[in-house]
């Protein structure tokens, strides 16, 4: 699933997380090398499509390297054994006197080699010993060569050349639109709208309440362009400008923590909102979600 080698011993590895400037699309992969063995510089790193197989693919809150570490040596360690397994199998000898060393498996008591390329369709056969194997041995920390050391990101020339691809340069048939107008207070909820002439903006499809009792995020619209779900949302419940097509309404509930840009520079400690539902000012409101449109 994260893993592949071919004939001529190139190792493609899976990234299932996508780089946030955090470095983790290289990380991961690095944990997963250097527990196979492999030389870094004959190792392709490539995006994973969304898919349910990779499980959880949010790239978030820090926990990419937390969650995947282990799951990344496993694999690692698994596709190491088969490859020393296949050798042994080539060699017929024992596997426990094959060891994998730097995109090579190599025999001990003769100093036999074999390349990763050479064996992989071998290696291809064999069962994956499963995570929770016993016999699963993994590389102690003083052989670690990838682990904890300084290794350029692998598309960085790409991202400051402005050549990589992100979420937003992605087109598919059909795609749409959509852009979520928040409540400009922290903790604040929808208690109406109004889409009748947000809907008669070109090119709006739908608008649609996405409140929720656990993360009441507001409402969203969806259109053929990204204008198009923006115009309407953008300046909603906040400027009486053309584009405020939208009849919205938020509550600001007396229990939130306001404080103003001035109350904060003089060390005034915070105070309860006082406003009334829709008057709260997002402009001197610091506890306010940050202006998604």
């Not at 596997?95 to 390349?115: E, I």
């Not at 056969?125 to 904890?148: C, M, N, W």
């Not at 604040?188 to 809907?199: E, I, P």
């Not at 909102?273 to 979600?289: D, E, I």
Request: aromatic share 4%; glycine share 10%; net charge positive.
């Amino acid at each position: 699933m994260y893993l592949a080698i071919d004939e001529t011993g190139l190792v493609t590895i899976v990234a299932h997380r996508s780089e946030m400037g955090t470095g983790i699309r290289t990380g991961l992969p690095m944990v997963l090398a250097d527990e196979l063995e492999a030389d870094w510089t004959r190792v392709r790193v490539v995006q994973a499509q969304g898919d349910p197989k990779y499980g959880d693919q949010n790239t978030d809150g820090s926990r990419s390297m937390r969650q995947f570490y282990q799951p990344m040596r496993e694999a690692g360690a698994s596709a190491r054994q088969m490859l020393e397994a296949a050798a042994a199998h080539v060699w017929g000898v024992n596997a426990n006197d094959c060891r994998a060393r730097n995109h090579m498996v190599v025999h001990t008591p003769t100093g036999r080699q074999l390349s990763f390329g050479d064996i992989a369709k071998v290696a291809a056969t064999l069962q994956v010993p499963p995570a929770d194997h016993l016999e699963l041995r993994f590389k102690p920390a003083s052989e670690r060569r990838y682990i904890g050391k300084p290794i350029p990101i692998v598309d960085l020339a790409d991202i400051v050349r402005g050549k990589a691809t992100y979420g937003i340069d992605v087109v598919l048939p059909g795609m749409k639109y959509a852009s979520v107008e928040r409540c400009p207070v922290y903790g604040g909820k929808v208690s109406s709208f109004d889409a009748a002439d947000a809907l008669k903006v070109p090119g709006v499809e739908k608008v649609g309440d996405d409140r929720r009792d656990s993360d009441p995020l507001g409402l969203q619209s969806a259109g053929r362009h990204c204008g198009h779900s923006q115009q309407h949302l953008g300046g909603a419940a906040r400027s009486p400008e053309p584009k405020d097509h939208l009849g919205f309404r938020s509550q600001c509930e007396p229990r939130l923590e306001c404080l103003s840009r001035g109350a904060r520079s003089d060390g005034e400690r915070a105070r309860p909102c006082r406003a009334r539902p829709g008057q709260c000012r997002p402009s001197t409101c610091l506890l306010r979600t940050p202006d998604l449109g």
